[in-house]
Nanobody
Framework: QLQLVESGGGLVQPGGSLTLSCVASGFTFGYYTIGWFRQAPGKEREGVSCIASSPDYADSVKGRFIISRDNAKNTVFLQMSNLKPEDTGIYYC???????????????????WGQGTQVTVSA
């Protein structure tokens, strides 16, 4: 069965850090582009980051978030630092067939999605 499972969400204070993980089963991450998306309350889903041969980031998170992948473990991480209240939302990972490069602003074309993990940034 093809599945993606996110974990690592929680409550963190502004300026804090949190690392999310996305573990795949039923397919190999190395064959796919992996993207991270989020949906804040009352807002549409937005792309946060993606990684193919190299990573890409939304302008809102550049310099604060780092995406990485461990293909041997079928796992992608999203390291988040200097978190802001506007980073609050449900974070999803998703997969699509491997591209040479990816665009973090593109939120279509992904075939597989995880269930999401809640990130709340609040004092």
């Amino acid at each position: 069965q093809l599945q993606l499972v996110e974990s690592g969400g929680g409550l963190v204070q502004p300026g804090g850090s949190l690392t999310l993980s996305c573990v795949a089963s039923g397919f190999t991450f190395g064959y796919y582009t992996i993207g991270w998306f989020r949906q804040a309350p009352g807002k549409e889903r937005e792309g946060v980051s993606c990684i193919a041969s190299s990573p890409d980031y939304a302008d809102s998170v550049k310099g604060r978030f780092i995406i990485s992948r461990d293909n041997a473990k079928n796992t992608v991480f999203l390291q988040m630092s200097n978190l802001k209240p506007e980073d609050t939302g449900i974070y999803y990972c998703a997969a699509r067939r491997l591209q040479f490069f990816c665009d973090a602003g593109v939120n279509t074309g992904y075939n597989y999605w995880g269930q999401g993990t809640q990130v709340t940034v609040s004092a």
